[in-house]
């Protein structure tokens, strides 16, 4: 190990600053990692699931190759991959998600939704 001790026998505040700055935990190292391998496969992987390949069977081919991710974190890396590029949500598309609005009840005497409705006598 390095000392880090100046000439005069005092420890070096500044160099024992950036070597406090530079810790990380293997937590934040692994999460760290896992994004720069996710970002670098990402476009393999936007590609696979736009051609129809389910995020599942790609998640088994990552941990078979020792890439271990759950369901969740991969959506996780594929949306956060998505918005840093600018780029859609692979496999969403806005077809469908017009789809899957609710239907409203646009009657001119309908109530709105949350009103009270008074009762006049």
């Known amino acids: 190990m390095k000392k880090i001790i100046t000439e005069a026998g ?5 160099a024992l600053k950036k070597a406090i ?11 760290r990692e896992r994004e720069a391998l996710f970002a670098e496969l990402y476009e393999v992987i936007r590609d696979q699931i ?3 390949v ?6 088994k081919t990552l941990a078979g190759r020792g890439m271990s991710v759950s ?5 996780k890396l594929l949306a956060g991959e998505a918005k840093r590029r ?18 409203v009840n646009t009657s001119p005497n309908a109530p709105l939704a949350g009103a009270k ?5």
Do not use: H, Q, W, Y
């Open 54 to 59: 389910s995020k599942s069977t790609i998640i």
């Open 117 to 121: 409705e008074e009762v006049v006598a």
């Open 86 to 103: 600018g780029e859609p949500m692979p496999g969403k598309d806005d077809e469908a998600g017009e789809n899957e609005l609710v239907s």
């Open 71 to 75: 369901n969740a974190v991969f959506d």
């Open 10 to 14: 005092k420890v070096d505040i500044e």
């Open 21 to 31: 700055i530079s810790l990380e935990s293997p937590k934040t190292k692994r999460a």
């Open 50 to 52: 736009n051609s129809d």
